[in-house]
């Protein structure tokens, strides 16, 4: 390295190496202008900035500002939500903090020397770590033999999600053969004047589709933002119905806009259709609409939330909802709160119903122990010739302490003609006698008491009730490989008019450790209770029963073996059996078999088994009836790589309705840095063709059985055959 004082110029040669705040630049020369806070280098030239990487034969860069140009530059810009790195190409790169500018660029996600496609733009800029803007893009595939469209402006997000480059064509059940269209647009920073000015850097969507059954459908979505931290979209979609030229065209718009503000946040959404519903297979004309509003905010001492709700549907029915929240009132106690919620219905038919709703909830702080409650609900409704309202309300006063705690309750439940119930009042409170009196030995016990003054409707008069009850629990080891856990209770119970009753609660667990990876778990459960209690009163009922669980694991596997036995009843609970056995890592089967004791025959039975493998990935379920040998349901789902290839299948098959309620097929063919996608959907009769650049996954194509429905596999099969008990 020279340094030639006169000049304030500094010069490197051969291997020279910059790092500055912003950037690294490697070249073969550099030179540094001092005077005038510039730099030149030649020969290899490769700098890195952020998340992005160029090189170039020359660099000229301007220190103080952060310009620069680049000359013959190739460069690489790499986003957390595009798989593989985007390439670009360019005569000259022109660079400043905020963007990066080229011209006559091509650019691809494909990382051979001679790739497979590309875009190629007049003019193309990069702003890090937003989106990429390219306008008058053609693109070329087949190694850039094969130009396929033209686009006058494509965005594609560097930080969000959006849409990108997948046509699609395909056969429809309902719509017939299909075309599919995205036109990907970009408002710049040369408008001079409104509107057009209030619109920069706004983009979006133009959407151009057409059915043979149902005729164009087209609209757009619209991205925009009128403060720095907003996220807003306008969507609008209309679709035209030759079938019946009187029905068209159909509607679907939405608003939605998400602020954030220096202290919380805002969001606003809007949706509308004049159709409620399926208008492919039921047309009908009718008002949907929903709108949603909520704000939350944060201050130093307080926060608060507000929420709007109004909906109109297909049945002429209004509703309205709004609720407002307050946080931490006060600056001493945190937790103080109000919420009120409001909520107003109509509905526009014959009966004329409306409904009105009050809900109220506080809480205030006296001590950080001691605190006050108060909720009110309200509901309220007319019709023509009908008029009724109910509401409860109740007030406590409670106090938490850790050697003791205490509720005072008054609560009141009545309508528009009479009240129906109350207490007034009702005390509990529940001591710890070892943290009371300081006593260790006492660790293990509890003690409660309390009473109330209720009244209901149908009583001639109000009822006075008290109770006292202890309570003790424990664990005793009696060998290395048993542990007893026990509980045990005594409550007594008296009412005013002299009935009085107490009950005896007795709770025994042994658990056992049996060897080679087997356990046993044996509990029972005993109850009585003697006395009498007038009606209206909750009381318990005599219990005597006996569970057994016999349970093996090995690392993820696992098998249970469950019973019972009422001796009151006299019935066996039934005899379950769960096995979730792992034979490897890519290999697990599980299945549940249900036995019912009492009347000697089997329940359901329902399994799985899976296979995950590096390129494979199998999954099969199978629920059957085993009292009359008969298969209930049967699902698949297979995703399977072999070569270039890649086949999806999902199929579930109902057989008492002898059909299938999912039945789909993919075949992918993986063309380097795309894909191109045959499906078919056995239900809706469809077929589609689907062209994708893979470095942009959020189109990754999906379908499958759907959320309700659900597969074997994907649930649980021991709620599977809880469902036709």
Same mark, same amino acid.
């Given at each position: 390295?020279?340094?030639?004082?006169?000049?304030?110029?500094?010069?490197?040669?051969?291997?020279?190496y910059?790092?500055t705040?912003?950037?690294e630049?490697e070249?073969?020369?550099?030179?540094?202008?001092?005077a005038?806070?510039k730099?030149?280098?030649t020969?290899?030239v490769?700098?890195i900035? /952020?998340?992005?990487?160029?090189?170039a034969?020359?660099?000229e860069?301007d220190l103080?500002?952060r310009?620069?140009v680049?000359v013959?530059?190739?460069?690489? !810009?790499?986003?957390?939500? !595009?798989?593989?790195?985007i390439?670009?190409e360019?005569?000259?790169?022109n660079?400043?903090?905020?963007e990066?500018?080229?011209?006559?660029t091509?650019f691809?996600?494909?990382?051979?020397e001679?790739?497979h496609y590309?875009?190629?733009a007049?003019?193309?800029?990069?702003?890090?770590?937003?989106r990429?803007?390219?306008?008058?893009?053609?693109?070329?595939?087949?190694?850039g033999?094969l130009?396929l469209?033209y686009l006058p402006v494509?965005?594609y997000?560097?930080r969000d999600?959006?849409?990108?480059f997948?046509?699609?064509?395909g056969?429809?059940?309902q719509?017939?053969w299909?075309?599919k269209?995205?036109?990907?647009?970009? @408002?710049?920073?040369?408008y001079?004047?409104?509107?057009?000015?209030a619109?920069?850097?706004?983009?979006g969507?133009?959407?151009?589709?057409?059915?043979?059954?149902?005729?164009f459908a /087209?609209?757009?979505k619209h991205y925009? +933002?009128?403060?720095?931290?907003?996220q807003?979209?306008?969507?609008l979609? @209309?679709?035209?119905d030759k079938?019946?030229?009187?029905d068209g065209?159909?509607v679907?718009?939405?608003?939605?806009?998400?602020?954030?503000?220096?202290?919380?946040?805002?969001?606003?959404?809007l949706?509308?259709?004049?159709?409620?519903?399926?208008?492919?297979t039921?047309?009908?004309h009718?008002?949907w609409l929903?709108?949603n509003?909520?704000q939350?905010?944060e201050?130093d001492?307080?926060?608060?939330?507000?929420?709007a709700?109004?909906?109109?549907?297909?049945r002429?029915?209004?509703?309205?909802d709004?609720?407002?929240?307050f946080?931490?009132l006060?600056?001493?106690?945190?937790?103080? +709160?109000?919420?009120?919620?409001?909520?107003?219905g109509?509905?526009?038919?014959?009966?004329?119903?409306n409904?009105y709703g009050?809900g109220?909830?506080?809480?205030?702080?006296?001590t950080n122990?001691?605190?006050?409650?108060?909720?009110?609900d309200?509901?309220y409704?007319t019709?023509k010739q009908?008029?009724?309202g109910?509401?409860?309300?109740?007030?406590?006063?409670?106090?938490?302490?850790r050697?003791?705690?205490?509720?005072?309750?008054?609560?009141?439940q009545?309508?528009?003609?009479?009240?129906e119930?109350?207490?007034?009042p =009702?005390?509990?409170?529940?001591?710890?006698?070892?943290?009371?009196?300081?006593?260790?030995?006492?660790t293990?016990?509890?003690?409660g008491l309390?009473g109330?003054? +209720?009244?209901q409707?149908d009583?001639?008069?109000?009822?006075q009730?008290?109770y006292?009850?202890?309570?003790?629990?424990?664990d005793l080891?009696?060998t290395p490989a048993?542990?007893?856990?026990?509980?045990?209770g005594i409550r007594?119970d008296i009412?005013?008019? /002299?009935y009085?009753?107490?009950?005896y609660?007795?709770?025994? !667990?042994?658990f056992?450790?049996?060897?080679?990876?087997?356990?046993?778990? @044996?509990?029972?459960?005993?109850?009585?209770?003697?006395?009498?209690?007038?009606?209206?009163?909750s009381?318990?009922?005599?219990?005597? =029963?006996l569970e057994?669980?016999?349970?093996?694991r090995? /690392?993820?596997s696992?098998?249970?073996l469950?019973t019972g036995?009422?001796?009151l009843?006299g019935?066996?609970?039934d005899l379950?059996q769960r096995?979730?056995?792992?034979?490897?890592?890519?290999?697990?089967l599980e299945?549940?078999l249900?036995?019912?004791?009492n009347?000697?025959?089997? =329940?359901?039975?329902?399994?799985t088994?899976?296979?995950?493998?590096?390129?494979?990935?199998?999954q099969?379920g199978?629920?059957?009836d085993?009292?009359d040998?008969?298969m209930?349901?049967?699902?698949?789902?297979l995703d399977?790589?072999?070569g270039?290839w890649?086949?999806?299948?999902n199929?579930?098959?109902?057989r008492p309705s002898?059909?299938f309620?999912?039945a789909n097929?993919? !075949?992918e063919?993986?063309l380097?840095?795309?894909?191109?996608t045959?499906s078919?959907?056995h239900?809706?009769?469809?077929?589609w063709?689907?062209?994708?650049?893979t470095?942009?996954?959020?189109?990754e194509?999906k379908?499958?059985s759907?959320e309700e429905e659900g597969?074997l596999f994907?649930t649980?099969?021991g709620?599977?055959?809880?469902?036709?008990?």
């Amino acid at each position: 390295m020279l340094y030639f004082r006169e000049e304030q110029m500094i010069k490197a040669i051969g291997s020279a190496y910059l790092v500055t705040d912003e950037m690294e630049i490697e070249a073969t020369e550099m030179e540094i202008d001092l005077a005038e806070n510039k730099l030149i280098a030649t020969g290899n030239v490769n700098v890195i900035e /952020g998340d992005g990487q160029f090189s170039a034969e020359y660099l000229e860069h301007d220190l103080e500002t952060r310009q620069g140009v680049l000359v013959e530059g190739e460069g690489i !810009i790499i986003a957390s939500d !595009i798989e593989e790195p985007i390439h670009l190409e360019s005569p000259e790169v022109n660079y400043n903090p905020e963007e990066i500018e080229m011209d006559d660029t091509h650019f691809t996600t494909c990382d051979r020397e001679e790739s497979h496609y590309y875009f190629k733009a007049n003019e193309l800029v990069v702003y890090p770590g937003d989106r990429i803007v390219a306008k008058h893009v053609v693109f070329w595939e087949m190694s850039g033999n094969l130009p396929l469209f033209y686009l006058p402006v494509m965005v594609y997000s560097l930080r969000d999600q959006e849409p990108g480059f997948y046509p699609q064509a395909g056969y429809s059940r309902q719509r017939g053969w299909f075309v599919k269209t995205t036109y990907n647009y970009y @408002l710049g920073s040369d408008y001079e004047s409104w509107p057009a000015s209030a619109l920069e850097g706004d983009f979006g969507q133009l959407y151009l589709d057409y059915f043979s059954e149902m005729g164009f459908a /087209g609209g757009f979505k619209h991205y925009y +933002r009128s403060q720095e931290d907003d996220q807003a979209y306008l969507y609008l979609y @209309l679709e035209d119905d030759k079938r019946e030229q009187d029905d068209g065209p159909w509607v679907s718009t939405e608003l939605d806009r998400k602020m954030k503000l220096d202290d919380g946040e805002r969001n606003f959404n809007l949706a509308y259709q004049n159709h409620y519903s399926n208008y492919l297979t039921d047309p009908q004309h009718g008002t949907w609409l929903d709108l949603n509003f909520d704000q939350s905010l944060e201050f130093d001492n307080w926060a608060n939330e507000v929420r709007a709700d109004y909906r109109q549907d297909q049945r002429y029915q209004h509703r309205l909802d709004l609720g407002l929240d307050f946080d931490k009132l006060r600056d001493d106690f945190y937790d103080d +709160r109000l919420a009120i919620g409001l909520d107003y219905g109509y509905t526009e038919r014959e009966e004329h119903l409306n409904s009105y709703g009050l809900g109220l909830d506080y809480r205030t702080y006296f001590t950080n122990e001691l605190f006050l409650d108060y909720e009110l609900d309200l509901d309220y409704e007319t019709a023509k010739q009908h008029e009724y309202g109910d509401y409860d309300t109740a007030i406590r006063l409670t106090e938490d302490q850790r050697a003791y705690d205490w509720t005072l309750k008054a609560d009141l439940q009545g309508d528009t003609e009479e009240v129906e119930s109350y207490y007034l009042p =009702k005390f509990d409170l529940t001591l710890a006698p070892a943290r009371l009196l300081e006593v260790d030995s006492l660790t293990n016990f509890e003690l409660g008491l309390g009473g109330s003054n +209720r009244y209901q409707v149908d009583w001639e008069d109000t009822k006075q009730h008290g109770y006292l009850e202890g309570n003790y629990q424990d664990d005793l080891r009696l060998t290395p490989a048993n542990r007893l856990n026990y509980q045990q209770g005594i409550r007594q119970d008296i009412y005013d008019q /002299g009935y009085a009753h107490w009950s005896y609660d007795s709770n025994l !667990i042994l658990f056992s450790d049996l060897g080679n990876n087997w356990s046993n778990r @044996l509990s029972h459960r005993y109850q009585t209770v003697q006395g009498m209690a007038p009606d209206d009163f909750s009381t318990v009922n005599d219990r005597h =029963k006996l569970e057994e669980r016999l349970l093996w694991r090995r /690392g993820r596997s696992r098998f249970q073996l469950t019973t019972g036995y009422d001796f009151l009843t006299g019935e066996y609970d039934d005899l379950e059996q769960r096995l979730n056995y792992q034979f490897n890592e890519e290999y697990q089967l599980e299945n549940v078999l249900s036995y019912d004791l009492n009347h000697r025959e089997f =329940k359901q039975f329902a399994t799985t088994f899976k296979v995950e493998k590096e390129n494979l990935n199998y999954q099969t379920g199978v629920r059957l009836d085993l009292n009359d040998l008969e298969m209930i349901k049967w699902d698949n789902s297979l995703d399977w790589t072999t070569g270039q290839w890649n086949i999806k299948l999902n199929s579930s098959y109902d057989r008492p309705s002898d059909r299938f309620t999912t039945a789909n097929l993919a !075949i992918e063919r993986d063309l380097h840095c795309r894909k191109l996608t045959l499906s078919y959907d056995h239900i809706d009769q469809e077929i589609w063709l689907q062209y994708q650049i893979t470095a942009f996954s959020e189109q990754e194509l999906k379908f499958g059985s759907s959320e309700e429905e659900g597969m074997l596999f994907d649930t649980d099969l021991g709620g599977l055959l809880d469902e036709t008990d």
